[in-house]
């Protein structure tokens, strides 16, 4: 709505331009007819054939370009203040910072499970994932995407310390072993995955 409006009100003040530009043309041009036609001096030529056609011919092609030399000025000092009143585009140069990644956890949980999905395409092998998930002390239970390595490794009903950053695995290490390399990842397992792949 303030759009339409302000649309409006350009277009009523390109109007009221337009209408003062041409009001300015025909005083100047009726002002200087009448002065040259009063003008004792101008008189002996009036009677010459052709002169008053000449002299208005003349007069009005003046008028037209001073028409259009006071149309330029008006339709640029109202462009200018339009200028003025858009907002200053962003720069082009300016780049946003990427946001800032999640931090490391380390905490005690317990493997409470694991899922192996096949996945078959078309005219292509089959392709799996592999999913555990880890029970923490307050009873939330995570499910990462791991490799075939880690869910060989991996046993239920081990606990240790699960590091993961974010929606990523990063490594479990069991009481009692050393410590695993666990692949990056990139999201947890969604329901689909958790509850309906077969159990190795």
């Known amino acids: 709505m303030k759009s339409l409006l302000r649309m409006l009100l350009h277009l009523l003040g390109w109007v009221l331009l337009w209408g003062l530009a041409i009001a300015i043309s025909l005083f100047v041009i009726h002002a200087g007819v009448d002065a040259l036609f009063s003008c004792p001096a101008f008189r002996r030529f009036a009677q010459i054939p052709g002169i008053r056609f000449l002299v208005e011919l003349t007069l009005n092609l003046g008028g037209c370009c001073l028409y259009l030399g006071v149309w330029g000025v008006l339709t640029k000092a109202l462009g200018a203040l339009v200028s003025q009143e858009k907002p200053a585009a962003a720069s082009p140069g300016v780049r946003r910072e990427p946001p800032a ?80 390399g666990g692949r990056q990842t990139r999201r947890f397992a969604s329901n689909d995955e958790k509850h309906n792949l077969p159990l190795r």
């Not at 499910?143 to 590091?163: K, T, V």
Request: glycine content about 10%.
């Open 101 to 180: 990644p999640e931090p490391m956890q380390t905490v005690y949980a317990t493997v409470s499970g694991k899922r192996r999905k096949t996945k078959q395409r078309p005219r292509s092998r089959p392709e799996f994932y592999f999913h555990a998930g880890f029970r923490l002390a307050d009873g939330k239970e995570l499910w990462f995407r791991i490799d075939e390595p880690e869910y060989r490794r991996l046993s239920e009903g081990r606990s240790g310390q699960l590091a993961y950053q974010g929606a990523s695995y990063r490594s479990f290490q069991a009481d009692g072993e050393g410590r695993s």
